[in-house]
């Protein structure tokens, strides 16, 4: 069996996922695995059944156990990847099983964590309720948002292309100014920090910060019967995503087309 530096090489190269939050711990569970007769799929369905269990957990305000099994949910993300890469059992059930994580996992602990801040077994907070209920339902629409370009691609694209008036090539947007060394001004400031707030919806990051929330909470209010600090959490989180959301509908509109030729050109050049 290779080591853990070689399978490193082997299974984690441009592949996706956040290198110390994900890859750091999973490839010492992969090598477990490995010799044993579980298998990719199997790591799937357990990760996807441990992330539903995790909402399930913190939605009756057991916090860091639910936090916990989150986390353990994200890690078998990367590991069941490794698996069929070392192994190549490549499968579409495999592709399907990650896309339904993606579309329920998250959005179904965020919605548990909504449930247990608003304290909705009890004297429910409605404003939080509200905004973290409808964040749940933006977080699984920007997902499948995101696979919509794939969609129209083969259908109804690829069915009748001479329907759709699609650019030749992708607009070049980069130009020699766009290429010279950017100087600090208040606008990419701005960008910088909006593109960092878009990152910290990212599974690692998200579950990072409501880690130090939660932490900050009991070392700040030690005693309060409530979730001060996860409310806020949570409706910040709802808020974010469904501006993302709106703007993500509204971008698409305007460049679908580039991107169907951008599948176009990619599948062509194949």
């Known amino acids: 069996m290779e080591s853990i530096k070689e399978l490193r090489v082997m299974l984690q190269t441009n592949v996706?996922?956040?290198?110390?939050?994900q890859?750091?711990?999973?490839?010492?569970?992969?090598?477990?695995?490995?010799?044993?007769?579980v298998t990719s799929i199997q790591v799937s369905v357990a990760m996807i059944v441990v992330g539903v269990l995790a909402g399930a957990i913190i939605s009756l305000g057991y916090i860091w156990e639910g936090l916990a099994l989150i986390y353990v949910s994200l890690v078998l993300d990367a590991v069941d990847g490794e698996i069929v890469r070392y192994k190549k059992t490549f499968s579409m059930r495999?592709?399907?099983?990650?896309?339904?994580?993606?579309?329920?996992?998250f959005e179904a602990f965020f919605l548990g964590l909504t449930f247990a801040v608003s304290e909705l077994w009890t004297t429910p907070n409605l404003v939080v309720l509200a905004a973290g209920v409808v964040g749940a339902l933006t977080m699984g629409m920007r997902r499948a948002i995101g696979d919509l370009p794939r969609i129209l691609f083969v259908r109804p694209y690829s069915e009748r292309p001479e329907l759709f008036r699609i650019p030749a090539t992708p607009p070049h947007t980069h130009t020699e100014a766009a290429t010279a060394a950017p100087r600090l001004s208040p606008r990419k400031l701005l960008r910088d920090i909006l593109w960092g707030v878009h990152e910290l919806h990212e599974?690692?990051?998200?579950?990072?910060?409501?880690?130090?929330?939660?932490?900050?909470?009991?070392?700040?209010?030690?005693?309060?019967?409530?979730?001060?600090v996860l409310s806020w959490a949570v409706v910040l989180y709802a808020t974010t995503s469904c501006l993302y959301l709106i703007r993500e509908i509204i971008g698409g509109f305007y460049t679908i087309e580039d991107r169907i030729a951008s599948l176009r050109d990619w599948f062509a050049s194949k």
Do not use: K
């Open 23 to 37: 890859r750091v711990p999973s490839i010492y569970i992969t090598r477990l695995l490995l010799p044993t007769p």
């Open 16 to 21: 996706l996922g956040h290198p110390i939050l």
């Open 203 to 228: 599974g690692g990051y998200m579950i990072v910060v409501l880690v130090a929330s939660y932490a900050g909470e009991l070392l700040l209010f030690p005693g309060v019967p409530h979730y001060p």
């Open 94 to 105: 495999g592709v399907y099983l990650d896309l339904v994580n993606h579309l329920v996992v």
